[in-house]
Structure formats: structure tokens, C-alpha cells
């Protein structure tokens, strides 16, 4: 979802679709996010079966792209 917002937003230039995306990423980010000895880690809120874990990294990389949206947002504004 994070990845349809900002690609939505790329393409319309709308602040809404980014909203949106940064919406998404803090929920994520509050339910999926766990303290580790090495640092705060995506994690599974519950049981995790299947596949499940490989989305972690999917989530990963779209959180960084949105990182990189926002920061390119707040320079041109």
C-alpha cells in the first residue's frame, strides 16, 4: 500500500497519495516494529506462518522509498 501511494503520488504530483503513504508507514511502524539488542526491527505482531517474513523486507525497502520521497518533499518546499 505504501508502494501504490507514493507511486500515485509520483505520477499526480497530489500531497494526498503521500499523506496517505506516511499514514500507512507509521501504522506499520507501530504494529510491526520491535526493540532488539541490536535496535529497533520489523517484526511479527503475531504468529507468522507461510511466507510472511519475506514481506519484511518488501515493507523495508518501501518505507526507505517513502523516507527518500519526504526528504526530497520537505527540500523543495
Given at each position: 500500500?505504501?508502494?501504490?501511494?507514493?507511486?500515485?503520488?509520483?505520477?499526480?504530483?497530489?500531497?494526498?497519495?503521500?499523506?496517505?503513504?506516511?499514514?500507512?508507514?507509521?501504522?506499520?511502524?507501530?504494529?510491526?516494529?520491535?526493540?532488539?539488542?541490536l535496535?529497533?526491527?520489523?517484526a511479527?505482531?503475531?504468529?507468522?506462518?507461510?511466507?510472511?517474513?519475506?514481506?519484511?523486507?518488501?515493507?523495508?525497502?518501501?518505507?526507505?522509498?517513502?523516507?527518500?520521497?519526504?526528504?526530497?518533499?520537505?527540500?523543495?518546499?
Open positions: 500500500m505504501i508502494g501504490a501511494a507514493l507511486a500515485l503520488h509520483q505520477a499526480t504530483g497530489e500531497a494526498a497519495y503521500l499523506d496517505d503513504a506516511q499514514a500507512i508507514a507509521a501504522f506499520l511502524v507501530y504494529h510491526q516494529v520491535a526493540p532488539t539488542p535496535g529497533d526491527v520489523l511479527d505482531a503475531g504468529a507468522c506462518t507461510g511466507d510472511c517474513r519475506q514481506f519484511k523486507g518488501i515493507a523495508y525497502r518501501y518505507l526507505a522509498a517513502l523516507e527518500e520521497e519526504a526528504s526530497d518533499q520537505r527540500t523543495r518546499e
